[in-house]
Nanobody
Framework: QVQLAESGGGSVRPGGSLTLSCAAI????????MAWFRQAPGSEREGVAA???????TYTDSVKGRFTISRDNAKNTLTLQMNELKVEDTALYYC?????????????????????WGRGTQVTVSS
């Protein structure tokens, strides 16, 4: 089982930027679909962005134009560049791999479609 370790979270003011990284430890991951999810207190886990094996990306509407997902298969890493952060972006951010076929391209990103999760990294946006 590949272990996932997120890093890069922190506290920033609205309008700031953060870069989240997810390292796959223990084995090479060739998951077709890899994704970032987030969960705010009292809310369900929400799909934020995903990237397939060809580098094609998808984003939830609220982050389009502000967040960029990328992957480096040689380094076994998944990255989420977050710009123009808003208070409503505050959440625990998780990376997820081992997506089911088609997980990247359904009507939404569903947590149940991913079989491997990190423990999360906290992002707090406040003034």
């Amino acid at each position: 089982q590949v272990q996932l370790a997120e890093s890069g979270g922190g506290s920033v003011r609205p309008g700031g930027s953060l870069t989240l990284s997810c390292a796959a430890i223990g084995a090479t991951t060739t998951a077709a679909c890899m994704a970032w999810f987030r969960q705010a207190p009292g809310s369900e886990r929400e799909g934020v962005a995903a990237i397939d094996e060809d580098g094609e990306t998808t984003y939830t509407d609220s982050v389009k134009g502000r967040f960029t997902i990328s992957r480096d298969n040689a380094k076994n890493t998944l990255t989420l560049q977050m710009n123009e952060l808003k208070v409503e972006d505050t959440a625990l951010y998780y990376c997820a791999t081992n997506g089911k076929p088609g997980a990247c391209w359904g009507p939404a990103l569903f947590a149940s479609d991913f079989g491997n999760w990190g423990r999360g990294t906290q992002v707090t946006v406040s003034s």
